[in-house]
């Protein structure tokens, strides 16, 4: 499985890249608007951090304003993948990115139908927001099972990101459920490599060691 961090600050894609782990990014307009810097400049810096996809959200809501859009953002870096709203406008703007070869990742995706239909107007990724979903009591991963069944029983090339990633064991899911990409936010990230036994282990190990040099 594929591991995103799920942020547009700079500091954090830096420190998480360093571990040479982290296959992409990906922004939403939120995220972006937090930074409170330049679009545009924030993108070739994360481009140039971490060389994979780099999702960028446009903000039109009707599919001519969201094809220049997503025209504009893909000429930015050759990694950047064109983030869309599932609504009908975001459909038809996917279909004629795509039908251009422009990597479309079709975001706030709640339902399996909406899912099939990223995957039929030819999303390169579907991202359904997991989190959201069990904050108002659904289940969010079992929509990603749902979906990934979908995919396979029709063999669609389209990836599921599994996204509103809150904790890890959500990742753990996510990656049990056959979720193609996990993007998370950065402390998340950090928790997934933390153990308390690996910890006291390691302690034990050195102590062991330093003593028996004393000897
Ligand atoms: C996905 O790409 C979104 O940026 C993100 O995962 C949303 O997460 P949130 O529900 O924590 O805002």
Redesign the pocket.
């Known amino acids: 499985m594929k591991l995103y961090l799920?942020t547009a600050n700079v500091k954090e894609i830096q420190e998480g890249a360093s571990l040479g782990l982290i296959d992409g990014v990906?922004?939403?307009p939120?995220?972006v608007a937090k930074e409170g810097r330049s679009f545009k400049e924030m993108l070739l810096e994360i481009c140039n951090m971490v060389d994979g996809p780099i999702?960028a959200e446009v903000v039109g809501i009707e599919s001519e304003g969201m094809i220049k859009e997503g025209r504009d953002l893909a000429k930015i870096h050759k990694n950047i993948v064109v983030?869309v709203p599932l609504i009908p406008e975001g459909l038809r703007a996917t279909k004629k990115l795509a039908a251009e070869g422009i990597r479309v990742?079709v975001?706030l995706c709640f339902s399996p139908t909406q899912a099939l239909l990223a995957a039929k107007a030819g999303a390169w990724c579907v991202?359904p927001?997991i989190?959201?979903l069990d904050d108002v009591s659904s289940d969010g991963m079992e929509l990603i099972r749902q979906i990934v069944t979908i995919y396979n029983n029709y063999d669609y090339k389209t990836q599921v990101?599994v996204?509103?990633?809150?904790h890890p064991q959500h990742v753990v899911e996510a990656a049990l459920a056959g979720g193609h990409i996990c993007?998370m936010?950065y402390a998340v990230f950090q928790q997934l490599v933390k153990h308390p036994l690996t910890d006291i282990g390691l302690k034990k190990f050195l102590a062991d060691w330093d003593g028996m040099g004393k000897k």
Not at 163 to 166: C, I, M, N, Q
Request: charged share 20%.
């Open positions: 799920d990906t922004t939403n939120s995220l999702s983030k990742n975001t991202s927001f989190g959201r990101l996204a509103s990633v809150r993007t936010p």
